[in-house]
């Protein structure tokens, strides 16, 4: 069963907008990370909160974290054509393996 | 530093043929993983490694063998393709485990059973 809900499922915006998505999950959590896919290739990996931290920022990109209400958010802000891709929430935890969200579609339109 | 290498990109099988996809990392790192991904389902667990000559089975198992006789490898074995087994495989690693770590994508490989 699948953790991580993401929230929308695509999100078409212009270049130089900002570009918010949100995560939901289920269970408690030790961490939860952000990856982007572009189309046709394998996941990388963007950034990673702790269930202690509650924002953190890695250049145009900023992550919060609400343990109380089983959420985060990834904001990319000032977005450009190269961000365009699918985005995937993924949780860890202690004794249990990674659990994906099935994504979010990001196009930024030029 | 190649990271995560899967072999082959790209598999087209006819059913009940079999095949095993190869799966290799050189960042030494303990955890492998084997996903498939299917339009609209995410990532889905097929099986997992925490060592060499460790698995354990994912959300997905049925159909697949894997095995892990060395830290950088992992295969996926498939030994009577079924057409549900169309999809996209991924192979990750990752050095803690989902407790700390990330993981670490290959670039995928799309298999079609006919």
């Known amino acids: 069963s699948q953790q991580g809900e993401e929230d929308p499922q695509a999100l078409s915006i212009q270049e130089g907008e900002n570009a918010t998505m949100n995560c939901s999950y289920k269970?408690?959590?030790?961490?939860l990370q952000w990856y982007r896919q572009n189309s046709g290739r394998g996941l990388v990996h963007l950034i990673l909160i702790r269930s202690n931290e509650r924002e953190k920022h890695s250049g145009r990109l900023r992550v919060t974290l609400d343990t109380s209400k089983k959420s985060s958010s990834l904001l990319i802000t000032a977005s450009r054509a190269a961000d365009t891709a699918s985005y995937f929430c993924a949780t860890g935890n202690y004794g249990q393996n990674f659990v994906f969200g099935p994504g979010t579609r990001l196009s930024v339109l030029p | 530093n190649a990271g995560v290498t899967q072999t082959p990109k790209f598999r087209v099988l006819k059913t009940g043929q079999s095949m095993t996809l190869l799966c290799a990392q050189d960042?030494?790192?303990?955890?492998m993983y084997w996903y498939r991904q299917d339009p609209g389902m995410g990532l889905r667990l097929i099986h997992y490694?925490?060592?060499?000559?460790?698995?354990a089975k994912g959300e997905v198992p049925d159909g697949y063998n894997v095995s892990r006789l060395k830290k950088q490898n992992f295969l996926l074995g498939l030994e009577s393709a079924a057409p549900s087994q169309t999809s996209v495989y991924f192979c990750?690693?990752?050095?803690?485990?989902?407790?700390?770590?990330?993981?670490?994508f290959g670039e995928g490989s799309r298999l079609t059973v006919l």
């Open positions: 990750a690693s990752s050095r803690t485990g989902a407790n700390t770590g990330e993981l670490f």
């Open positions: 960042m030494n790192h303990e955890y």
């Open positions: 490694s925490v060592g060499e000559g460790t698995t």
């Open positions: 269970t408690s959590i030790n961490n």
